[in-house]
Nanobody, 116 residues
């Protein structure tokens, strides 16, 4: 049974930091590219950051470059998103996703709210 379980979301002030975690099970984690996406109210889900299967390459949405860092620990089947210098515009539900060939899995999401 495939599971992706996000954690680490919450309420943070502008300029603050959060680290999201996504614990995976039920599939060969190291073989899958992993990514973080977000969806704000009334907006489409967008890719925030992605990591290749062994973490050799990463990609970021332009607005988070230099502030967010994606990393993965294949020994722990976990992917992380370190978010620094958070802005109100980062407020959204954050989802992790795993993809390999035609297979894509999603987590249930974790809410991140940036507000003073």
């Amino acid at each position: 049974q495939v599971q992706l379980v996000e954690s680490g979301g919450g309420l943070v002030q502008p300029g603050g930091s959060l680290r999201l975690s996504c614990a995976a099970s039920g599939f060969p984690f190291s073989s899958y590219a992993m990514s973080w996406h977000r969806q704000a109210p009334g907006k489409e889900r967008e890719l925030v950051a992605g990591s290749s299967s062994y973490g050799y390459s990463t990609t970021y949405e332009d607005s988070v470059k230099g502030r967010f860092t994606i990393s993965r620990d294949n020994a722990k089947n976990t992917v992380y998103l370190q978010m620094n210098s958070l802005k109100p515009g980062d407020t959204a539900v954050y989802y992790c996703s795993a993809v390999f060939s035609v297979y894509r899995y999603w987590g249930q999401g974790t809410q991140v709210t940036v507000s003073s």
